[in-house]
């Protein structure tokens, strides 16, 4: 494989594949950006599956979300194989993950910008769930952005990644699995520990997004969106993912003042308060205690309102 994909361009079927623009990059395989072979020359991502052990799962997971169809879902064309690796052929998302465009984005990301990205990483979230699809790695990186197609000068989010997704029905206890540790809940520290074997469908997503929406909100220009524990953690808990924090204080609440800086966004007090709130209760110890996605999405949708006409009040004064 490493000598086929030497060459400048590898042509697989309508599909010219540029090994030296890789787009993105994980246990189960590499993204490179491609270009199709038509008239129109669009743009592409395609992911060349290399995990032997994860290739059949990952090619199934593909094949039935190719049939999902949401504005902030990755659209999912087609598979097909490259010299024997499965390949799966997305939708190309111009401005990288959430953490690129975060870090690149050449002007300022305000309070409600950051609600309005989190309103559609929750909304492709809520939809997946309703769709009986969990995600089971939701994460910043695991977040594209691209043009709206609706409205150019706007960008959209769009969840990507589905291979360690799983298809089951509401109200379905499932298996605890992997994924980044980062932006994981207390139950997946107590199942590394022997505690747990399965977790309410749909909460590990919840707890993720949670800590998803706590990153955006704590993310200062040059650092990664990675959730911490601030105002003087305990020198283990500086090193620990916030889920294995709330382990080590075994099954305590973290106050919303250690969570968020207080300094941070203060024109919207109010707003942020309610954000803290709702941090908290999406990544609540006990994952019978988390919101269902449609409700995050419905209390940001009302963050969002309050927030906007705040903004506009700023506006109007200066």
């Not at 697989?12 to 090994?19: A, D, E, I, M, Q």
């Not at 089951?168 to 207390?186: A, D, S």
């Not at 305990?234 to 620990?240: A, D, F, H, I, S």
Request: aromatic content about 12%.
């Amino acid at each position: 494989m490493g000598n086929i994909l030497s060459s400048p361009v590898v042509v697989v079927g309508l599909y010219s594949v540029y090994p030296g623009e890789i787009l993105g990059q994980g246990a189960f395989g590499t993204v490179y950006r491609a270009v199709k072979n038509d008239w129109a020359r669009k743009q592409f991502a395609v992911k060349v599956i290399t995990n032997p052990v994860a290739a059949a799962q990952e090619v199934e997971n593909a094949r039935k979300l190719s049939l999902v169809k949401h504005k902030n879902i990755v659209n999912i064309l087609e598979n097909h194989q490259i010299y024997g690796y499965p390949f799966i052929v997305m939708e190309y998302c111009e401005f990288g993950d959430l953490d690129d465009y975060f870090n690149n984005v050449n002007e300022p990301i305000d309070f409600v910008k950051k609600v309005n990205f989190m309103m559609q990483i929750t909304q492709g979230l809520a939809f997946l769930h309703k769709s009986n699809i969990i995600h089971r790695d939701l994460k910043p990186n695991n977040v594209l952005i691209a043009k709206d197609n609706e409205n150019p000068s706007k960008k959209v989010a769009k969840l990507s990644d589905f291979g360690l997704s799983k298809f089951c029905g509401p109200n379905q206890l499932v298996e605890i699995y992997g994924g980044y540790e980062w932006f994981k809940g207390p139950e997946y520290f107590l199942h590394k520990a022997g505690y747990y074997t399965q977790v309410l469908y749909g909460s590990e997503d919840v707890f993720s997004l949670g800590l998803t929406m706590l990153a955006m909100l704590q993310f200062k220009r040059g650092q990664k969106l990675k959730p911490v524990v601030e105002n003087n953690p305990t020198n283990v808990e500086k090193t620990l993912p916030i889920g294995d924090v709330m382990v080590w204080r075994w099954g305590q609440g973290l106050d919303t003042n250690v969570l968020v800086d207080n300094e941070i966004h203060t024109e919207y007090g109010k707003q942020i308060q309610k954000m803290k709130l709702l941090i908290s209760r999406a990544i609540s110890f006990s994952p019978v205690d988390r919101p269902g996605a449609q409700d995050v999405y419905d209390a940001l949708s009302n963050i969002a309102f309050h927030a906007t006409s705040v903004k506009h009040q700023i506006f109007a004064s200066t």
